[in-house]
């Protein structure tokens, strides 16, 4: 009998213009850690799941990617995560928590490379 394959996990890989400044956003706005780091490929990591940034290749990839590259990632406990990030609000553009009309509760903030960042959370898990 032949197995399924299953897909196990979804990893965005993102260009980055600065490594570093990519990694301390995640690491202090949204909490992920490295589990790999280099000036040109780094892996960073919360609660099981991965983002992959690469050292972008040119100016050019970058102009192609700012502003054109979001990425969705739902949480558990949106309420606690904005109490913490909207205090960057000085530092990154952030669109306050919204609700949506698909049922899902938000907040949208700009990484340092253009990407948005879109972080949700279904609405009825309020409590």
Request: hydrophobic share 35%.
């Amino acid at each position: 009998m032949k197995s399924t394959p299953i897909a196990k996990r979804i990893s965005p890989m993102l260009a980055t213009a600065n490594m570093e400044e990519t990694i301390l956003f995640y690491q202090s706005v949204l909490g992920f850690a490295p589990t790999l780091k280099s000036p040109e490929y780094s892996i960073l990591e919360r609660d099981g799941q991965t983002i992959h940034f690469q050292e972008a290749a040119s100016d050019e990839v970058m102009k192609c990617v700012r502003g054109h590259t979001e990425i969705y990632i739902e949480v558990s406990g949106i309420h606690v995560l904005w109490e913490h990030v909207k205090t960057f609000k000085n530092r990154y553009e952030i669109r306050d928590l919204f609700d949506r009309e698909y049922g899902m509760t938000e907040f949208h903030i700009g990484d340092p490379n253009g990407c948005l960042v879109f972080v949700g959370e279904p609405t009825s898990n309020r409590n």
